[in-house]
């Protein structure tokens, strides 16, 4: 069974910087490109960021580039994403994902 399971959301002022992680487990973690995705709340599905079986490709959303970096630890299963220069606008449910699956999500609200 896939699991993933996010965590290092919270509270933090504009400005502010957070690491999330995701602890993936029931697959092949290193066989499969991961990515990050964000609903704000009323909002759609965003995708944020992407990145290589092997970590040496990453792609990223206009709203984050400069500011988010992705990154993997296949020897650990773990899959990241260090958000500095938070905005209110970054405001949302973050998720990490494969392909075809997501975990459950950790918030991230940016407030003064």
């Known amino acids: 069974e896939v699991q993933l399971v996010e965590s290092g959301g919270g509270l933090v002022q504009p400005g502010g910087s957070l690491r999330l992680s995701c602890a993936a487990s029931?697959?092949?973690?290193?066989?499969?490109?991961m990515r990050w995705v964000r609903q704000a709340p009323g909002k759609g599905l965003e995708w944020v960021s992407s990145i290589s079986l092997g970590g040496g490709v990453t792609w990223y959303a206009d709203s984050v580039k400069g500011r988010f970096t992705i990154s993997r630890d296949n020897a650990r299963n773990t899959l990241y994403l260090q958000m500095n220069s938070l905005e209110p606008e970054d405001t949302a449910m973050y998720y990490c994902?494969?392909?075809?699956?997501r975990g459950q999500g950790t918030q991230v609200t940016i407030s003064s």
């Open positions: 029931g697959f092949t973690f290193r066989n499969y490109e």
């Open positions: 994902a494969t392909p075809s699956e």
